[in-house]
């Protein structure tokens, strides 16, 4: 059964949620660490000392993956000798280098590590918690586990002790309710698990086997291999007599959802839950209201989402099974099929896979079967389409079973973003999941690694064209290195030297260098005859090929190493940083107090 994964969807947006709340460019700060006969410095990018050439090492504390570690802008770990301290951007030394060790600063503490233990130090460099202990973790609202003595504990950020150090073990139990956030510190004594509150009280006893997050605030507790569920009150919600409870859903795969999902880049809510209960293998459903949707009465229960595009919403699909057969089910326990089928999926434009005897078919709406289970592999409907493995080979057939393309199996591509390479007649072509042809069949090879672009081969020559067919770079080119994401264009070959395209197929340089690199849009360093120089989007030489080595800074600084040393110029080939230095990496920062 060929599972879809929406992994990818929830990471790039993710990604792109980043990205939008990230501070642009032109705000974020930037320096360099310089080092120089083995000891390094920071300095401006007016070549001004912002940390003096005297340090072992210098470490940013800042994380740029976000606007969230405002804590840490614009400092620096910094170590002489064998220890370590802080300073600031302007140099001022927080905390003196007399640490084995320091962690970065949350909550305005920094684990800070020496021989007798580790404790908290703030950021005026006092010691707020005494180095003592054997382990210090920060937990969460305001608690931070301790360790002595091979026992668990927690404090609070000042220092007091709220749950002594005399636990075998401890776990944090969190999550978000109505977009608030709960957390709950669960510890285990004489082999049994409880939970203590942030005041120290008890709030479920220590008499379970195990304890975890079920939904919501709502804690499942196991004893004796049977489970239950507690409220955030410690109210026992389901007595503890249950083989199962599970509140796991998946969308023809494996991913585990709780509130919300994304779906082909758009969110859908769930307000209401569901979990599985079971008992002597019989199971049903109950919602997060702890009311019962299905009675307990089936073999097995598989709990699926489906996107409602109308309103965004996520549409509950149970599949149960009774006697070997099994149905579908909704959210409300309407029986939308019969348990009649070996395995049914849920619809997917009006039609639902159905499994039996070890082969796949499709029924409609009215549960009339449209396509006899014939099939060795199926996939869901999509585009008007599924894609089956019919006679040991793949195939495109439409809602009626009709075959309307028959791949090569040997060359077949899986359908990325509903398009594939095939191959026909012993040549390459680009089809659609709908059976058209983007490309025809009529070239040498094609590869596809990007998911915009396509390198096409014909007689021995290559070009590029994009997703729709259109013909990117002309196909006279020995060999094209693929497209690099980072500066939006692609480096071809030809007798040795390479030449460089925009993606709208623009030539920038004709094939005259032996390498190109870029990590920038704009500037793309260039090596010819052993030497390295830089170059612009219009080709123009902006560092002349003179350097033994170049590299472009995300900022349009170049860092050039002559004669051994190394200095800084910008993109106009001004001198920033005179070549006096052992080596230069850039730093950044959104620290707003830091001047460039």
Not at 96 to 109: H, M, P, S, T, V
Not at 368 to 379: Q, R, T, Y
Not at 403 to 424: E, G, R
Not at 456 to 463: E, M, Q, T, Y
């Amino acid at each position: 059964m060929h599972k879809h994964n929406n992994l990818f969807w929830s990471l790039t947006l993710l990604f792109f949620y980043c990205i939008s709340i990230y501070p642009q460019q032109d705000t974020i700060k930037r320096y360099f660490l310089v080092k120089k006969d083995d000891k390094y410095g920071v300095v401006n990018r007016i070549g001004k000392e912002i940390l003096p050439i005297k340090y072992d090492e210098i470490t940013q504390m800042e994380s740029l993956w976000g606007p969230w570690d405002h804590e840490n802008r614009g400092l620096f770990r910094i170590k002489l000798g064998n220890k370590y301290g802080v300073c600031d951007s302007l140099g001022n030394v927080l905390t003196e280098a007399k640490y084995n060790r320091l962690d970065k600063y949350i909550l305005g503490l920094s684990a800070a590590y020496k021989d007798e233990g580790v404790g908290y130090v703030n950021k005026k460099g006092d010691e707020v918690v005494s180095v003592k202990y054997d382990l210090l973790i920060r937990a969460f609202n305001g608690l931070y586990i301790i360790y002595k003595n091979d026992k668990f504990g927690a404090m609070d950020s000042t220092g007091t002790v709220i749950i002594p150090p005399k636990y075998e073990s401890y776990k944090m139990l969190d999550g978000f309710v109505n977009n608030s956030y709960f957390a709950y510190a669960a510890f285990k004594l004489n082999k049994k698990w409880g939970v203590i509150t942030n005041q120290g009280k008890i709030l479920i006893p220590f008499e379970f086997d195990n304890i975890d997050i079920l939904f919501d605030d709502f804690i499942l507790v196991e004893k004796d291999g049977l489970k239950g569920v507690m409220d955030n009150s410690g109210r026992l919600i389901m007595p503890v007599e249950y083989d199962t409870i599970t509140n796991k859903y998946e969308i023809y795969g494996n991913q585990t959802i709780s509130s919300s999902m994304i779906i082909d880049q758009r969110i859908f809510k769930m307000e209401d839950k569901y979990f599985i209960y079971g008992k002597n293998n019989i199971y049903g459903v109950y919602n997060n209201y702890f009311k019962c949707i299905l009675p307990a009465k089936y073999d097995n229960i598989e709990t699926y989402f489906v996107c409602n595009v109308k309103d965004d919403r996520v549409k509950i699909i149970f599949s149960v099974q009774k006697n070997g057969k099994c149905g579908l089910a909704d959210s409300t326990g309407h029986l939308i099929l019969q348990t009649k089928y070996e395995m049914v999926y849920p619809y997917t434009e009006d039609m639902a896979k159905i499994y039996n005897n070890g082969k796949y078919g499709f029924i409609d709406l009215n549960q009339n079967v449209i396509i006899p289970c014939i099939f060795e592999i199926a996939d869901e409907f999509e585009y008007g389409t599924s894609l089956v493995n019919s006679l040991s080979l793949p195939s495109l057939i439409n809602k009626k079973g009709e075959i309307i393309f028959q791949f090569d199996i040997t060359t077949f591509h899986y359908f990325w973003n509903s398009k594939s390479v095939c191959k026909k007649n012993n040549k390459f072509g680009y089809l659609s999941k709908a059976g058209n042809e983007i490309l025809k069949f009529e070239y040498d090879e094609i590869k596809q690694n990007h998911f915009a672009f396509l390198k096409i081969c014909k007689n021995g020559k290559w070009g590029v064209a994009d997703s729709a067919g259109a013909l990117v770079i002309p196909i006279v080119h020995d060999s094209i290195e693929w497209i690099k994401d980072e500066i939006n264009c692609i480096i071809v070959n030809n007798i040795g030297k390479c030449g460089l395209y925009d993606l709208s197929g623009k030539l920038i340089c004709q094939p005259e260098y032996d390498k190109i690199e870029g990590e920038s849009e704009s500037l793309f360093a260039v090596k010819k005859d052993g030497l390295w120089g830089v170059i612009n989007r219009n080709g123009k030489i902006i560092v002349p090929i003179l350097a033994e080595e170049v590299f472009i800074f995300s900022n349009n600084d170049i860092r050039v190493k002559k004669n051994g040393k190394y200095g800084i110029i910008d993109c106009n080939n001004n001198i920033v940083l005179p070549f006096i230095y052992d080596n230069i990496e850039i730093l950044r920062t959104n620290d707003p107090t830091i001047v460039i």
